[in-house]
């Protein structure tokens, strides 16, 4: 690493120092969000905070699933799947799908027409058709044509730094 002349600025290279890549992209704050899919065996689920809209004619959005995840092939595969943005709230939700294929048990949810799981109370959820799947390195994006949205305005859970949080409106 190289220390530059602007206070504690650090410059490096990502292809050598990984780890420092890693705690720089986390100083962007994101949303929290759950995807979810049906899979052979009932509902999954995973967090996720690589969630982007990319139009709005045709209503498309993106996110992408890490390729060493466990549930990677349910989600790579699926023609169908809804992606569900965490309030504040929802913090408990975020970390059961973190851990456990059983956190649905927890949820007031339910399917729709193609056997999608739907988390209910959540601050917004977009039901997709899969339009297209791009490789991106250890990730996949995967690019989803919105066919339903459910919207609830609430504070979103934020993720900044390793951390969850709240957002505070400036005054």
């Known amino acids: 690493m190289d220390a530059t002349a602007a206070g504690a600025e650090t410059v490096f290279s990502p292809d050598t120092d990984s780890l420092a890549f890693r705690r720089a992209l986390g100083s962007f704050a994101t949303g929290v969000t759950i995807v979810t899919a049906p899979g052979p065996d009932g509902p999954v689920g995973i967090t996720a905070n690589s969630f982007a809209s990319v139009s709005l004619d045709p209503p498309l959005v993106l996110w992408s699933p890490a390729k060493a995840s466990r549930r990677f092939d349910y989600f790579a595969t699926a023609p169908h799947f809804a992606i569900h943005v965490l309030g504040a709230g929802d913090h408990a939700i975020c970390e059961g799908f973190s851990r456990a294929h059983s956190a649905f048990d927890a949820l007031d949810w339910s399917e729709n027409a193609h056997g999608v799981p739907?988390?209910?109370?959540?601050?917004?959820?977009?039901?997709?058709?899969?339009?297209?799947s791009h490789d991106a390195g250890d990730h996949l994006i995967i690019v989803g044509r919105v066919t339903r949205v459910a919207h609830d305005p609430q504070a979103p859970l934020v993720f900044h730094a390793g951390q969850f949080g709240g957002f505070a409106p400036r005054g």
């Open 118 to 132: 739907l988390i209910h109370g959540v601050a917004a959820r977009f039901e997709c058709t899969l339009e297209a």
